[in-house]
């Protein structure tokens, strides 16, 4: 199945996926003075992507320890860079 197959397939899964990451932005751009929040929002944000992942997979019948490791270690590779980026000397 192409891209634009799988996401017209799963619409609503994939608008959830931007609210979730655009709010995250969003947030992260609202507390852009506060750097204690925009940690919480990374890892809330991080936490959310792989709770989508989770139930996308799940709804799919699809769901093993390979995605589910997959999703975790994206999140944690964006939680160190941005964490990084936000707290450099």
């Given at each position: 199945?192409?891209?634009?197959?799988?996401?017209?397939?799963?619409?609503?899964?994939?608008?959830?996926l931007?609210?979730?990451?655009?709010?995250?932005?969003?947030?992260?751009?609202?507390?852009?003075?506060?750097?204690?929040?925009?940690?919480?929002?990374?890892?809330?944000?991080?936490?959310?992507?792989?709770?989508?992942?989770?139930?996308?997979?799940w709804?799919?019948?699809?769901?093993?320890?390979?995605?589910?490791?997959?999703?975790?270690?994206?999140?944690?590779?964006?939680?160190?860079?941005l964490?990084?980026?936000?707290?450099?000397?």
């Open positions: 199945m192409s891209l634009i197959a799988d996401i017209k397939h799963h619409l609503l899964h994939y608008l959830v931007v609210v979730i990451l655009n709010f995250g932005i969003g947030m992260f751009w609202f507390w852009r003075f506060t750097p204690v929040y925009q940690v919480v929002v990374v890892v809330a944000t991080s936490g959310a992507y792989v709770a989508w992942g989770i139930l996308h997979h709804l799919e019948d699809d769901l093993h320890l390979k995605v589910f490791f997959e999703y975790l270690l994206i999140a944690t590779l964006i939680d160190l860079i964490l990084s980026l936000l707290f450099r000397a």
